[in-house]
């Protein structure tokens, strides 16, 4: 079991920026690969970015593309979100995630084990 816990959330205007981090723990990850969701009030869940821990490759969604950066640091076992332009509309709760078989998809039930969430509001 992998444990994560995320930081870096905060209050930031819009077209600011925000670094988050999920610091990771456990079992031997080194073959999962790492997600951010996020989940405002009252809409579902949504994939945000992912990242291999083996060879890297990232994954990203449209809404993000351009503006966020998935990254990661193997001596510190932490996975970074660098949010950059941040817009109203990114205001949730964001999570990281651990996928230990992740296909590349955008589904959450790729991941099994969950941070408990930092919250990002961005103010217009």
């Known amino acids: 079991q992998v444990q994560l816990v995320e930081s870096g959330g905060g209050l930031v205007q819009a077209g600011g920026s925000l670094r988050l981090s999920c610091a990771a723990s456990?079992?031997?990850?080194?073959?999962?690969?790492i997600g951010w969701f996020r989940q405002a009030p009252g809409k579902e869940r949504e994939f945000v970015a992912a990242?291999?821990?083996?060879?890297?490759?990232?994954y990203y969604a449209d809404s993000v593309k351009g503006r966020f950066t998935i990254s990661r640091d193997n001596a510190k076992n932490t996975v970074y979100l660098q949010m950059n332009s941040l817009k109203p509309e990114d205001t949730a709760v964001y999570y990281c995630?651990?996928?230990?078989?992740?296909?590349?998809?955008?589904?959450?039930?790729?991941?099994?084990?969950w941070g408990q969430g930092t919250q990002v509001t961005v103010s217009s």
């Open positions: 995630a651990a996928s230990r078989y992740y296909s590349g998809s955008y589904r959450a039930v790729e991941f099994g084990s």
């Open positions: 456990g079992r031997t990850f080194t073959s999962y690969a």
């Open positions: 990242i291999r821990w083996s060879g890297g490759s990232t």
